[in-house]
């Protein structure tokens, strides 16, 4: 096996100090070339480090250049340097603890490229009553103890600690606040590393947090007309992060927290409506709607950051926590609207449930409204997904831990039978991945990341294919199954359906909390309006308003929270919300009843029925109009 381990190092760089308020000076390093350092015999994947080198024998580890969990913060944010922007774009100058009671280490990486002594200078403010504070220290195996003695005035005062490093290779240096949380106003400014064995050594570098990897799931060609998928997802790693499947309409996923997902979580499935510059909310003929749900305690509601859309809100599908999420997209077309339904599979009840279906008017209609008859068709072929972990540079700097989940999915043909889920053979993404090849066969200098997309041992026989962002290591481009999945794996073998899709279980993803029929009126005078709403099908103590008024309206209620962005705010303004309703009344399957009182003469009325019961909500599918004599 082949191991080859490359480094990119400082190249004409001019070693610069920062002088700290305090007194303190700290060494700052830039510029990156890529060296070849280490190597043995035969690696099917070559791997590569982001490196700085020590500066004559000198290392200083800072709050820029390393990485931390939730106990601590960096803070005295300030620009960073031009070269460094690919890392992170702010240098701060300090750590400090965060009011928290999570625990975790403060972590930098070395590449030490021969064995020696490292002794370790700590340059920290520690005010009186924080003084004896304990800081366990590990750099390897070697675990050392040290007590913070207080800071005079003259500065930073300044304490050491010598370890020794056996064999050279990749080592950790960490702050391990795991058993004792850091105190709030000690302030770590840097740590200083000399010895023999920082000589030679490196600094390793990579992104302040992992960049977002993204993949790309198709039906093969065998499955015609796909209407629907199911994916079934879990964590490899133990890390937290957010990785949802991508829909025409925007996300429908959750995040996982220490690798499963937390109790009482729900989904983001989010429908926009305009960007965070829109000033306008789009007539209502083109707004998405919010249409069912199977949580009988979820809230209609909308978003307004980084743009505007509608959500659910208040809706758990997971009051327990889960290992896995599965979950399954269903879409119908009919007059130029789609509708999307998004069904998790509740593995306690052992079925399928609706978490959220949403109405969407097609581009070519709001252009082309005399189009609605041509547009009655529609497939899902493909989804996509990423896996990404927000935070602030001064909080979230964990792009040195990887985050790995693994998935496996199938679509459903028009022949009614289960399709298993495959990477795309030709994306953009293969595109520029040979590209970069050509790039560096040139000798061009090219700057890698941790991003893998996978097919993984199993998936002849499982269908699992993975996904992973972050970690120290960079993988080379040059070995399909690293930055790209490579060539779909060779196999006739079937992968055994799961019982979450078995015939019994795929008639579940066709239902829905209540089914409309039509709706007719009866009788209608000058002031009044009787009305017969058939219902299909409903659920257990089923109840039912009828919401109507002059203007056709967005399924809320006629007072919702109005916080947000401009567009949020119109969102809810009185010419796009149901103007009057009827009390709340038991309905049951079949025709009912509903009379208007107190219209207004000669005038136009919208209408539409909403229903909840024990085990869901739904609005109509559609609105309805009369008019008054």
Known sequence: MRVCLLVLTISSATQTTRVLADGAEQVLLDAFELKDVYSTPDSPSPVRYMAQAARDGVIDLTATNGFFDRCFEARDQRPGLASDDRLINNRFGYLTGRNTEAGGIARWHLWCSQPGKIEAQFFLHVPPDEAGHTWTIRIGDDVRKMSANKSDASGPQKQSLTFEIKKPGKVTFTVDCSKQLPSANTRLHFIRLTGSATEKASLLRTRWRPSAVHARYSAPESCNDPDMWVFETQAVSTESSYSP?????????????????????????????????????????????????????????????????????????????????????????????????????????????????????????????????????????????????????????????????????????SDGRWYRAQFPANTRKNRKLEQTITQIKRGERVMLDARRVYYMDDYLTAGWMGMATGGIECYSPEFPGITTPGPRPKGDTEVEIPEYLTKEKTAQLFKLPVDFGSSKIIDVTATDATIEYDISKTGPDSKAILYYGVFDALTYTPKPDQRGSVVQKQLFSVDRTWQHATPQRHVSQGINRFTLRSLKPSTTYHYRLFVTHDEGQSWDYRSWSFRTR
């Open 245 to 413: 499947l991508t829909t025409p309409f925007g996300y429908f996923g959750t995040s996982l927290v220490s690798g499963r997902v937390p109790e009482a979580a729900g989904f983001n499935f989010s429908m926009w409506i305009t960007g965070r510059n829109a000033t306008e909310v789009p007539p209502i003929a083109h707004l998405p709607q919010l249409i069912g749900t199977a949580l009988r305690d979820a809230d209609y509601s909308s978003f307004g950051h980084e743009g505007t859309g509608i959500k659910f809100r208040n809706a758990v599908a997971y009051p327990r926590g889960a290992n896995r999420i599965i979950q399954a997209m269903r879409v119908t077309i009919s007059n130029g609207l789609t509708t999307y339904y998004g069904y998790f599979y509740d593995e306690d009840a052992g079925r399928w449930k609706l978490y959220a279906s949403a109405i969407k008017p097609s581009k070519q209609l709001i252009r082309e409204p005399e189009s609605a008859d041509s547009l009655d068709h529609i497939t899902l072929t493909s989804t996509g997904s990423f896996c990404e972990i927000p935070g602030p540079p001064n909080r979230q700097r964990s792009g040195d831990v990887v985050r790995e989940i693994k998935r496996r999915g199938w679509f459903h043909g």
